[in-house]
C-alpha cells in the first residue's frame, strides 16, 4: 500500500519560513519523481516544485529563489524549504509521487501566511 504522509504546514506570517516534509512507503521511492503542489481554495491545484529521481529540479517562477526542494532517499522522503512566504502562498501543498504513467497523492497540508 502506497502513503504518502506530509507534515510541517501551519501558520506563519509573511517572510517567515516553513519546511515541508513527505514521507513515503510502498514505492521504491529513489526511481521516483517527488513534487510539491498547492490549492488554493477555488484554484485549481498548480505546480509548486519537482525533483527527479536523479536530483534535477523544477520550479513554479513564483516560488523560485524563495523555495528549495530535496530528497533523502535513505529516508524515503522529500522537503520543501519555504522561505520568505507571502500571503499568496497560502494554500494546502500536496505531495506527489510520479514514474512514467503511475502517481501517488498524499493527504495534504496547509499553510497560511497572514500579512
Known amino acids: 500500500q502506497v502513503q504518502l504522509v506530509e507534515s510541517g504546514g501551519g501558520l506563519v506570517q509573511a517572510g517567515g519560513s516553513l519546511r515541508l516534509s513527505c514521507a513515503a512507503s510502498?514505492?521504491?521511492?529513489?526511481?521516483?519523481?517527488m513534487g510539491w503542489y498547492r490549492q488554493a481554495p477555488g484554484k485549481q491545484r498548480e505546480l509548486v516544485a519537482t525533483?527527479?529521481?536523479?536530483?534535477?529540479?523544477n520550479y513554479a517562477d513564483s516560488v523560485k529563489g524563495r523555495f528549495t526542494i530535496s530528497r533523502d532517499n535513505a529516508k524515503n522522503t522529500v522537503y520543501l524549504q519555504m522561505n520568505i512566504l507571502k500571503p499568496e502562498d497560502t494554500s494546502v501543498y500536496y505531495c506527489?509521487?510520479?514514474?512514467?504513467?503511475?502517481?501517488?497523492w498524499g493527504q495534504g497540508t496547509q499553510v497560511t501566511v497572514s500579512s
Open positions: 525533483i527527479a529521481s536523479g536530483g534535477s529540479t
Open positions: 506527489n509521487a510520479k514514474l512514467t504513467s503511475v502517481g501517488y
Open positions: 510502498g514505492i521504491i521511492f529513489s526511481a521516483y519523481t
